[in-house]
């Protein structure tokens, strides 16, 4: 069973900062893809942005140039740096991964930004 705890979430006001950590239970470049998704209010779950082990990342386009995707394989965490926030950023952040044909998700983390 693999675990994944995300953290770091919050209230910003539109402009502002956050960055998101996703704490696994075994090493992150042991997962396929590792990433973050994000399910606003009446909305489908999104990609958001993901790492792959050999490290090439993918971003939505709507996070590109404002949120950065990285790893800390001795710490086994997968950050999520979110800059220029938007209130349309708005939404439940999970972190979700893949390995041997598993797919894994962490309970999320709210992310909130004000106008």
């Known amino acids: 069973q693999v675990l994944l705890v995300e953290s770091g979430g919050g209230l910003v006001q539109a402009g502002g900062s956050l960055r998101l950590s996703c704490t696994a239970s075994r090493s992150t470049s042991s997962f396929t893809v590792i990433g973050w998704y994000r399910q606003a209010p009446g909305k489908q779950r999104e990609l958001v942005a993901t790492?792959?082990?050999?490290?090439?990342?993918n971003y939505a386009d709507s996070v590109k140039g404002r949120f950065t995707i990285s790893r800390d394989n001795a710490k086994n965490t997968v950050y999520l740096q979110m800059n220029s926030l938007k209130p349309e950023d708005t939404a439940v952040y999970y972190c979700?991964?893949?390995?041997?044909?598993?797919?894994?998700w962490g309970q999320g983390t709210q992310v909130t930004v004000s106008s």
């Open positions: 979700g991964a893949w390995r041997m044909s598993s797919g894994y």
């Open positions: 790492i792959a082990s050999g490290g090439t990342t």
